[in-house]
């Protein structure tokens, strides 16, 4: 585990991380990191449970259509990192269960993926972004662990699907 969030740690984040290996756990939101990040750096990182890239000023780069995947990830916080899409190496996470997306600038509308990206997937937010519509939007959304969704702020329009019975209202 390396944890330096909430410092006042300044720079650009390293193509180096992705030399650590054994890394399961990265958290460096709340700092003051800057710059143009690629995902890729950290999709080598096959022991990854969590990453945490929150609240900097950096810029993700996660537009790359591949069908990768790491295989342990729990936990994926990139509020307010500048995503202009939802990162499509979602669609094979199947260990996630925690997806914050909020604040960035995301357009157009949300995958049905999205919803089924994981068995375990518990928490979704997708607040404060430019989406406007559900992709193939399904009558009732199927899982049974998804318990918060937050689409909150956005640009949403037509319907939108029952959410699971155990989801908190």
């Not at 990265?26 to 990182?45: Q, R």
């Not at 199947?94 to 995958?111: A, C, D, F, K, Q």
């Not at 990206?117 to 559900?134: Q, V, Y």
């Amino acid at each position: 585990t390396l944890s330096l969030h909430q410092n006042k740690l300044a720079g650009p984040i390293k193509s180096s991380f992705s030399q650590l290996k054994n890394l399961e756990s990265l958290y460096l939101h709340d700092n003051n990191l800057i710059g143009t990040v690629e995902a890729g750096i950290f999709l080598s990182l096959e022991k990854l449970t969590s990453l945490t890239l929150s609240y900097n000023k950096i810029t993700l780069l996660a537009h790359h259509p591949v069908n990768f995947t790491l295989p342990k990830l729990k936990m994926l916080q990139l509020s307010q990192c500048n995503l202009s899409e939802i990162p499509y190496f979602l669609k094979f996470q199947n260990s996630l269960e925690v997806l914050l997306l909020r604040g960035n600038n995301i357009h157009g509308e949300i995958p049905h993926w999205i919803w089924n990206a994981s068995d375990h997937l518990e928490t979704i937010d997708l607040s404060a972004n430019f989406l406007t519509a559900m992709k193939h939007n399904p009558m009732a959304l199927q899982s049974k662990s998804l318990i918060v969704i937050d689409i909150s702020t956005h640009m949403l329009k037509g319907n939108l699907p029952l959410p699971p019975p155990n989801t908190v209202q």
